[in-house]
Structures are given as structure tokens and as C-alpha cells.
């Protein structure tokens, strides 16, 4: 039998698993990087994908050294790329077994 449920972490387990300041995590949530469940720090849920997203932003954060509203926008936009590349793929194949290569 397979777990499908997720495990969520709470605000202190966020900050704790990325080893980022409260404040921080507080201005990724402002804008709108990370949507946690729940609507304040001590309700707030936050999935295993958020602690990913969290990463990512500090990282572009510090190593582009641009500020959050940018962050919000590049990674916005690095996933739409995502998403590009995926359709891409997918369309290839497709036209893959009508003119075989």
C-alpha cells in the first residue's frame, strides 16, 4: 500500500529545513513565490515542493543578487520554460512517428 498524503511542514519547519530567516521566508510569501494553506504563520502549511521553491529563490536571491519582486518574475518565467520544454518533448514524439526518423 502506497502513501498518497503529503507531509506538510509548518512555518518553523520551513525556515529550519532551508536554514532561512523568518523574515525571509515571510517576503518570498509576500511575493507570491511560495503560497502556503492556512492564513498566518502559525497556520501556515507548507508542502515538500515549497521547501524546493524556498531554495531556489534564495539562491537566485543571493548568487544574481536581484530583489524579490525579480525573483518572483525569473522564476515564474523559468517555469513557464519548464512547462515549454515538457509541451517541446511531448510534440516531438508525436511527430516522431509520422515522419520517422
Same mark, same amino acid.
Given at each position: 500500500? !502506497?502513501?498518497? %498524503?503529503?507531509?506538510?511542514? +509548518?512555518? *518553523?519547519?520551513?525556515?529550519? %529545513?532551508?536554514?532561512?530567516?523568518?523574515e *525571509? #521566508?515571510?517576503?518570498?510569501?509576500?511575493?507570491?513565490?511560495?503560497? =502556503?494553506?492556512?492564513? +498566518? =504563520?502559525?497556520?501556515?502549511?507548507? +508542502? =515538500?515542493?515549497?521547501?524546493?521553491? !524556498?531554495r &531556489?529563490a #534564495?539562491?537566485? /536571491? /543571493?548568487?544574481? $543578487?536581484?530583489?524579490? =519582486?525579480?525573483?518572483?518574475?525569473?522564476?515564474?518565467?523559468?517555469? &513557464?520554460?519548464? %512547462?515549454?520544454? &515538457?509541451?517541446?518533448? /511531448?510534440? &516531438?514524439?508525436?511527430? +516522431?512517428?509520422?515522419?520517422? $526518423?
Amino acid at each position: 500500500m !502506497t502513501d498518497t %498524503q503529503t507531509t506538510y511542514l +509548518s512555518f *518553523t519547519e520551513i525556515c529550519l %529545513q532551508t536554514g532561512v530567516a523568518e523574515e *525571509t #521566508v515571510i517576503e518570498i510569501i509576500e511575493q507570491g513565490i511560495v503560497e =502556503p494553506i492556512g492564513t +498566518s =504563520p502559525g497556520e501556515w502549511q507548507f +508542502s =515538500p515542493a515549497m521547501v524546493l521553491l !524556498t531554495r &531556489k529563490a #534564495v539562491r537566485l /536571491h /543571493h548568487d544574481l $543578487d536581484i530583489d524579490w =519582486p525579480g525573483i518572483a518574475l525569473a522564476i515564474e518565467l523559468l517555469e &513557464k520554460l519548464d %512547462q515549454l520544454r &515538457k509541451e517541446n518533448r /511531448h510534440l &516531438k514524439g508525436r511527430l +516522431s512517428r509520422f515522419i520517422g $526518423d
